[in-house]
């Protein structure tokens, strides 16, 4: 299956992908990076599904950012990625008190986006961080 979003991935379109992935579409995901402006285009010529962007139906809504929206969607309610979508919200949605996670995980969004400009390859390196994540957030769900 074929996704779209914008260009220049960051925090949330790193998350996104990484839970297609792992969660939902895992060997058979083909991601596309547009600008902003071509993305609904860009997934009406390819019927690709469109996520995190203006106009998309997998895009923020109200105080959840596009991560949690597609775990709803797609009815995942696996602890770990609950605790997770917290920490993801909190750096994706500029409220890095809300988790003390946050900050970093949006320390490491910015270093990998200056390290690695091209988003294929951003978000290939990338996973192994949302893989590590992971862990230890089933470590955490584990002990509640």
């Given amino acids: 299956m074929k ?4 260009s220049h991935v960051h925090v949330d379109r790193v998350a996104c992908p990484w839970l297609i992935t792992r969660f939902i579409d895992d060997s058979e995901a083909e ?10 285009e860009t997934a009406r010529k390819e019927g690709a599904v469109p996520f995190d962007s203006p106009g998309a139906d997998l895009d923020h809504r109200g105080d959840l950012c596009t991560f949690e929206v597609i775990m709803e969607e797609y009815g995942l309610t696996d602890k770990a990625l609950l605790r ?5 919200n909190a750096a994706d949605t ?3 008190d809300a988790d003390p996670r946050a900050a970093g995980l949006e320390a490491l969004a910015t270093g990998f986006s200056l390290r690695f400009p091209d988003d294929r390859e951003n978000i290939r390196r990338q996973f192994e ?3 590590a994540l992971y862990a230890w957030c089933r470590l955490q769900a584990a002990g509640e």
């Fill in 3 to 6: 996704w779209v979003t914008r």
């Fill in 94 to 96: 500029g409220r890095l």
């Fill in 31 to 40: 991601f596309i990076f547009v600008p902003r402006d071509r993305v609904m």
């Fill in 129 to 131: 961080v949302y893989d």
């Fill in 84 to 88: 997770m979508a917290r920490i993801i």
